[in-house]
């Protein structure tokens, strides 16, 4: 084929082309570009297998680009792209977290005065959680005392079997105690965490205001 049947064709090969793709995405299907290793310029309506990897163009019906999808990663960039994103994510909160200690507070005393507001309410529900695990072993050492006039923990003759309502008894009361001790050592870390999240503020809060703009 010569030179000059290579250009009159060419328009008929771009036309069938492009009547290709327009019939595809009348069908719904997406269309695509993308370059293989080689430097050479592919189109169609599905990725081979061969170029899963490639990047590639999403076209309109006219063969414009109109987006871009990436091509499949390997673990390490899918690794590493993950890894990118978190980064970024981190710095986008920690400077939305420094625009509200700016924003909010105009000296240390003010967070320490709202950082001891917190504890206190914490402290008071300590207090309370504190003072029902006190009455909850006191019930559960008055069970237990009735318990050991009983069979089987009383091995005297002519001990009676211990009371289904009493067994009953001991097994909610030793359940309602393991549950108000995991709650107490709940608001126990809390309070921890308050107080480090507060700290954390403080820090930076002095840091900010050494480098802001006077």
Do not use: C
């Amino acid at each position: 084929m010569n030179h000059w049947t290579i250009r009159l064709l060419l328009p008929v090969l771009l036309l069938g082309l492009m009547a290709g793709l327009a019939d595809a995405q009348a069908g719904g299907k997406k269309l695509y570009r993308w370059v293989d290793r080689n430097g050479q310029v592919h189109y169609g309506d599905r990725i081979p297998p061969e170029y899963a990897d490639q990047d590639r163009e999403v076209l309109n019906q006219r063969g414009v680009a109109v987006g871009r999808e990436q091509g499949t990663l390997t673990a390490e960039e899918a690794k590493a792209q993950e890894e990118a994103a978190r980064a970024e994510r981190e710095v986008r909160e920690r400077q939305r977290r420094d625009r509200m200690l700016l924003s909010t507070y105009q000296s240390v005393q003010e967070i320490e005065v709202l950082r001891d507001r917190r504890i206190e309410l914490v402290d008071s529900q300590l207090t309370i959680q504190e003072q029902s695990l006190a009455n909850l072993r006191k019930r559960q050492a008055e069970l237990e005392k009735q318990a050991n006039r009983y069979q089987p923990r009383n091995q005297a003759a002519g001990a009676q079997p211990m009371p289904e309502g009493l067994g009953a008894d001991l097994e909610r009361s030793r359940s309602d105690i393991a549950t108000q001790e995991r709650n107490l050592a709940k608001k126990r870390e809390e309070r921890a965490a308050i107080l480090a999240s507060f700290a954390a503020d403080v820090q930076r809060f002095q840091e900010l205001r050494a480098v802001a703009p006077r």
